[in-house]
């Protein structure tokens, strides 16, 4: 009897973390961009009582490299619970969208070398660089939801961990009069950019002092760069958090506070 009921504990704490996941995501609708032969996925969560006769801000979500892909769900991982809560959900009714990036594809037009010594990726960010196909997508996206008659265009936020917040940087840069505040976390940009968007876009940095993924130096490079040109970023810097740093800044008490306290 001991071993049947440790099985099923087991079978329950290994079955439990995938019955929520698959929950979360159900609540979240399936979506497809088509233009010109390219496909962006996507899922979207509209506010509870949704009425079409009004207007809602939009806020969209961009993942990073390891929820690439064309299943439509991996995309959900990081993130997409905070807006599920009922506390957030009543308080900031919103149309959320996550949308997924292919295989291998790349939100920004970055480049990449490997470091000669620790052998680990470097992250090289250009200036005025062409979108990349996943970022053609993704603006695409954003110009068809824009058509839609409930979606409030002075209350529009872009975010993104990783690659999404390096994805963040750059499209904040190219729609600057578009966004109503962004915030990229352990992101990276070129820092020549950064006037595109310092005075236009309010914008919250997160990363970790010990992210062995990107360097936080990319992120305060970003800072500085935004102050110099004239703006105003938030930033947090979390002492002893890695390449995971987005579980703290979901959970910042202020966050959906701030980022819904901007308007265009």
């Not at 329950?12 to 233009?35: E, H, M």
């Not at 600057?176 to 595109?196: Q, S, V």
Request: hydrophobic share 40%; charged share 20%; aromatic share 12%.
């Amino acid at each position: 009897m001991k071993k049947l009921t440790l099985s099923i504990l087991l079978f329950v704490c290994f079955l439990g973390p995938l019955i929520t996941n698959a929950q979360s995501a159900a609540s979240y609708d399936r979506g497809l961009y088509i233009a010109k032969g390219d496909t962006l996925p996507y899922r979207i969560l509209f506010p509870q009582d949704f009425d079409p006769l009004k207007k809602y801000p939009l806020v969209i979500v961009l993942h990073g490299a390891g929820e690439r892909g064309n299943d439509n769900e991996a995309q959900l991982l990081w993130g997409s619970k905070l807006f599920l809560k009922d506390t957030i959900r009543e308080r900031y009714p919103a149309i959320v969208v996550f949308p997924q990036c292919s295989a291998n594809g790349w939100w920004a037009s970055n480049k990449f070398e490997e470091d000669s010594v620790t052998h680990k990726t470097k992250f090289i960010f250009l200036h005025d660089a062409p979108p990349s196909k996943s970022m053609v997508s993704l603006l695409g996206l954003v110009d068809q939801l824009l058509d839609k008659p409930y979606v409030n265009k002075h209350q529009v936020y872009i975010g993104g961990l990783s690659m999404g917040g390096m994805g963040t940087f750059e499209i904040i840069g190219r729609k600057p009069n578009l966004f109503a505040a962004a915030f990229a976390i352990c992101g990276g940009d070129n820092t020549l950019n950064a006037k595109k968007y310092a005075k236009k876009v309010p914008i919250w940095i997160f990363h970790g002092a010990k992210d062995s993924v990107v360097p936080f130096t990319h992120s305060e490079a970003m800072v500085a760069a935004i102050k110099e040109a004239g703006g105003d970023p938030k930033y947090t810097l979390y002492p002893n958090d890695d390449h995971n740093s987005w579980s703290d800044a979901f959970a910042e008490p202020m966050f959906m506070a701030w980022l819904f306290s901007h308007k265009k």
